[in-house]
Structure formats: structure tokens, C-alpha cells
């Protein structure tokens, strides 16, 4: 009865253009009702060729990293959010067809990939935007898009339903934004994933009377254990680890420093909600001595021998803080070399970055025959 109904509203031919946006809107309406209760959605029969035994693209599995969760949490999620955007862009441009109503597309930038970003920031309603939202992958999917990016603001958070319901998948969020993602064409999406790693800095500050700087920290797994342990913090987006450790030191310690080389790094996996962990061990030279520990994070911080600290139990069981230990001390007393910043340019940006190396043994290894490009 529902089906013929609609049906039946479909051919209707409105009097006036005021009373058209509604019956899209209650069409539209309509079909979620359809959806909530089980039923299959309406499929008009006799407009602009459209035809409810079309079959549904299809979507490819996500592979890549972790293929299997990915498969898992992609690919039967794609097929059905696929079939239901294709018969849903039918009904809509049915609806709109029989009404007259003009439905505008999405405001949308092309990225350098083939692709469109859109970028929501006025307030609108649900229903008004997955109306646009069906015309739009109607019309990109015409023109051969591959790749759509819906970015929407916290406070947009009434659009997300309907965007998930045409298929969209969560990519990433911040604190301010959802980044969404689809796409278009019926083959496994070549899309980047979300950031996989969180940068993390020790720092290996020694004095000239042979102490290392030596926190023990309020919280975390060691909190009241008494352990002394090096500084250690995160990269903020976009700070350079060079400047980042720099930071850390001072925030907890109230120790100026300057900022020698990376000594060594390491890397791992699961360490911070599924990410993985990269790790870079820095050598930095004191500026200040006077210690003004920081009450939020820290227990207690000191310049402390380094045959004490190194005497520690903790120290022989944890390998990570032994090999910072030895790498430091091979930096102090042996011919150790790390890698130190050098800064860079692009051909594809103006921003320059950081390029960390080992210049000593560079400059060493070049010769009379060697080719050394110009700065």
C-alpha cells in the first residue's frame, strides 16, 4: 500500500512551485520511514528511465594495512551503503523530475586527485542536504570523480545520518571536524588512510659534571614507583622534533636547552588507540641548571649522577631506557654520530622542512671524484 502510494505522489503534477519543495521533502521522509520499519524503499517506474531492478554498484573491498579489519569494516558496510545511494539518487531525481523542484549541488573544490572536497560551514537542514547530496554524486559521478570529501564542523553534527546513509565512511576527526569519505567509482578506493603514527621525543640532557636530567612522572604506568626516567613528550601538529623536545624539557624541567641531534629512534605498533608509536631519542646541551619541575605532570626532577641513574633496576629491564643510556654516553665519551637538521626546499611547496643526516660522515665520505651538488 505504502509503495502504490508513493507511487501514485510521484506522478503528481503540482500547481505551484511553493507547494513543490515540501513533496520532495515527504518523499524523502517517506523513505526513511520505509527504511526504519524494514521495508524496501519505493521505486518509481516510469520516470527519466529509471528502473527499480537496476542493480546496485558495487564498491570494492578496502585493502592495505590491517586488510582484513579493513575488509571487515569496509566492504559489506560499502555494498549496502552503495545499493542504498544508488536507489536513493533514483528516488531523488524521480521526486525532483515530477516536481520541478531545483536541488543546487554541494559547494565543492577539485583536489589534485581527481576528486572534490566539500567543505560544509553554513547551518542546513538534513533533509535539504541529502536531497543536494544525491544530486551531487549523481552529477560527479557523471563526470568521472573518483574520490569525495564531506568535511563537516561540530556544529553540522545533524548532517553525519544522511551522508553514512549514501555510503559515507568516518576517514578522521579533530576537535572541531569530521572528515568523511566515498568513493565513486565501482573499484577498490585508492584513498589515503587516516594518519597512522604519534610522534613522541626523550631527551638525553648531560652537564659537565657527568648528571643527566632525570624526571619521575605523576601519572602513567610508572606513578609512585620511584623510577627515574628522561624527559619524554609529544610532537605537536606541525612542530618540527627539534623543536618539540626543546619544549618538553622545558615544560617539565624549566631547563633551557639547545638542541644537538637525534641520536637514534624507534618504532611500534598498538601504542596510542590502534596507532603506531615513532620515537626519536635527542641529544640536547643544558643552557640553564636551576630545575622548576612542572606540577601538573611531574613528580620530581633533579640532575642526577649518571652511574645512579644507570644502577636503577628499571634500567636493566626496560631495554628502551638502557640502549637511550648507552647511545647518550656513546655520544658524550665516543665518536658516536647522530643525524642533525638540516633545513630543506621543495619543488612542490614554498614551506621548507627539516632533513636530518648525518653531515659529518657525509662531508668525510665526499672525495676530489665525488659529485657534491651546490647549496
Known amino acids: 500500500m505504502a509503495a502504490a502510494a508513493t507511487a501514485r505522489s510521484l506522478s503528481l503534477s503540482l500547481p505551484t512551485r511553493a507547494t513543490r519543495a515540501p513533496l520532495l521533502l515527504r518523499l524523502l ?4 520511514r520505509h527504511s526504519a520499519a524494514g521495508l524496501a524503499a519505493p521505486a518509481p517506474r516510469c520516470f527519466r528511465c529509471c528502473s527499480a531492478s537496476a542493480p546496485a554498484r558495487r564498491r570494492g573491498a578496502l585493502h592495505g594495512p590491517g586488510g582484513l579489519g579493513r575488509r571487515l569494516g569496509g566492504e559489506l558496510r560499502c555494498r549496502r551503503a552503495m545499493a542504498n545511494s544508488t536507489n536513493s539518487t533514483v528516488i531523488a531525481e524521480s521526486a525532483m523530475a515530477a516536481s520541478g523542484v ?4 554541494l559547494p565543492f573544490v577539485n583536489d589534485k586527485h581527481g576528486g572534490v572536497i566539500v567543505e560544509m560551514t553554513t547551518p542546513m537542514d538534513s533533509q535539504l542536504f541529502s536531497a543536494s547530496l544525491k544530486v551531487s554524486l549523481s552529477k560527479w559521478r557523471e563526470q568521472g570523480i573518483r574520490g569525495v570529501w564531506i568535511k563537516l564542523p561540530i556544529g553540522l553534527a545533524n548532517l553525519i545520518q544522511s551522508a553514512v546513509e549514501e555510503g559515507f565512511w568516518y576517514h578522521h576527526a579533530e576537535e572541531t571536524y569530521l572528515m568523511l569519505a566515498y568513493w565513486l567509482p565501482a573499484t577498490t578506493h ?3 588512510v587516516n594518519a597512522t603514527h604519534r610522534v613522541g621525543v626523550g631527551a638525553f640532557v648531560m652537564n659537565d659534571k657527568r648528571e643527566v636530567l632525570a624526571v619521575q612522572e605523576k601519572s602513567g604506568v610508572l ?3 620511584g623510577v627515574w626516567k628522561f624527559p619524554t613528550g609529544v610532537v605537536e601538529p606541525g612542530e618540527d622534533i627539534n623543536i618539540g623536545v626543546v619544549r618538553e624539557v622545558k615544560e617539565e624541567t624549566g631547563v633551557d636547552t639547545e638542541f ?10 598498538k601504542a596510542f588507540f590502534d596507532k603506531s608509536d615513532l620515537f626519536f631519542v635527542c641529544m640536547l646541551r643544558p643552557l ?3 630545575i622548576t619541575r612542572q606540577e601538573s605532570e611531574i613528580e620530581a626532577a633533579q ?3 649518571v652511574e645512579e641513574f644507570a644502577a636503577q633496576p628499571f634500567v636493566h629491564k626496560h631495554e628502551l631506557v638502557k640502549y637511550i643510556l648507552e647511545v647518550g654516553l656513546a655520544k658524550v665519551d665516543k665518536d658516536y654520530t647522530g643525524f642533525s637538521p638540516i633545513l630543506i ?3 612542490f611547496t614554498d614551506r621548507q622542512s627539516f632533513f636530518y643526516m648525518n653531515r659529518r660522515d657525509l662531508d668525510k665520505a665526499e672525495g676530489p671524484s665525488d659529485t657534491k651538488l651546490n647549496d
Open 190 to 192: 585508492t584513498l589515503p
Open 102 to 105: 531545483d536541488v543546487e549541488l
Open 303 to 305: 640532575w642526577m649522577p
Open 288 to 290: 640553564s641548571f636551576d
Open 345 to 347: 626546499k621543495s619543488a
Open 223 to 225: 606513578r609512585g614507583l
Open 29 to 32: 521522509s517517506l523513505r526513511r
Open 260 to 269: 644537538v641531534e637525534v641520536l637514534a629512534f624507534r618504532q611500534s605498533h
